[in-house]
T-cell receptor, first 109, second 113 residues
Framework: KNEVEQSPQNLTAQEGEFITINCSYS?????LHWLQQHPGGGIVSLFM???GKKKHGRLIATINIQEKHSSLHITASHPRDSAVYIC???????????FGAGTILRVKS | EAGVTQSPTHLIKTRGQQVTLRCSPI?????VYWYQQALGLGLQFLLW???????NRGNFPPRFSGRQFPNYSSELNVNALELEDSALYLC????????????FGPGTRLLVL
């Protein structure tokens, strides 16, 4: 079993839909990251969370430390949101990131 | 402010050869991380350098090595290349020992024939 599990693996949405991507982890962590990877390969760090909720524009990330679960929400989705979204957890010592397999999101206009 | 830069962008090598990839972190960042993203696989942690020292390494053989220079730039060296080393190699930097957000470079695509 992977230490970080994401669901769904693939997601297709219509423009304007509300999207949720889930991440569950099985190890103790010091923080959780949500990353966005575009087709060219470049990665952008969206959020770093250790508790609660963060919001940036149309993106919202939440984490429940007790349940070892995080969600990434996209409101009013747009075709430019199409990308791979990756959940990564930082171990307790802050040494390294362990990554989920990613969720491939396609938003159709 | 310039982001994390990596060179080269693309590279083709043959089995058994050696390769060196380079990374320049954001100014002021002392930690540099290397990750491998092989085709069809997720990102995997390779190496972490901070203040010139290797602080941690992932589950990779010793032919993957690197170093960090006094200006905090870093090199990743891969010896005796194998076909399965074909991957996107990503470098990331952060201000202090990974306790902050990591900023990723554009990556180097390595193809081993």
């Amino acid at each position: 079993k992977n230490e970080v599990e994401q669901s769904p693996q693939n997601l297709t949405a219509q423009e304007g839909e509300f999207i949720t991507i889930n991440c569950s982890y099985s190890v103790g962590i010091s923080a959780l990251h949500w990353l966005q990877q575009h087709p060219g390969g470049g990665i952008v760090s969206l959020f770093m969370l250790s508790s609660g909720k963060k919001k940036h524009g149309r993106l919202i990330a939440t984490i429940n430390i007790q349940e070892k679960h995080s969600s990434l929400h996209i409101t009013a989705s747009h075709p430019r949101d199409s990308a791979v979204y990756i959940c990564a957890v930082r171990d307790r010592y802050g040494n390294k990131l362990v990554f989920g397999a990613g969720t491939i999101l396609r938003v159709k206009s | 402010e310039a982001g994390v830069t990596q060179s080269p962008t693309h590279l083709i090598k043959t089995r058994g050869q050696q390769v060196t990839l380079r990374c320049s972190p954001i100014s002021g960042h002392t930690s540099v991380y290397w990750y491998q993203q092989a085709l069809g696989l997720g990102l995997q942690f390779l190496l972490w350098y901070d203040e010139g020292e290797e602080r941690n390494r992932g589950n990779f053989p010793p032919r993957f090595s690197g170093r960090q220079f006094p200006n905090y730039s870093s090199e990743l060296n891969v010896n005796a290349l194998e076909l399965e080393d074909s991957a996107l190699y990503l470098c990331a930097s952060s201000p202090w020992r990974g306790r902050e957000t990591q900023y990723f470079g554009p990556g180097t695509r390595l193809l081993v024939l």
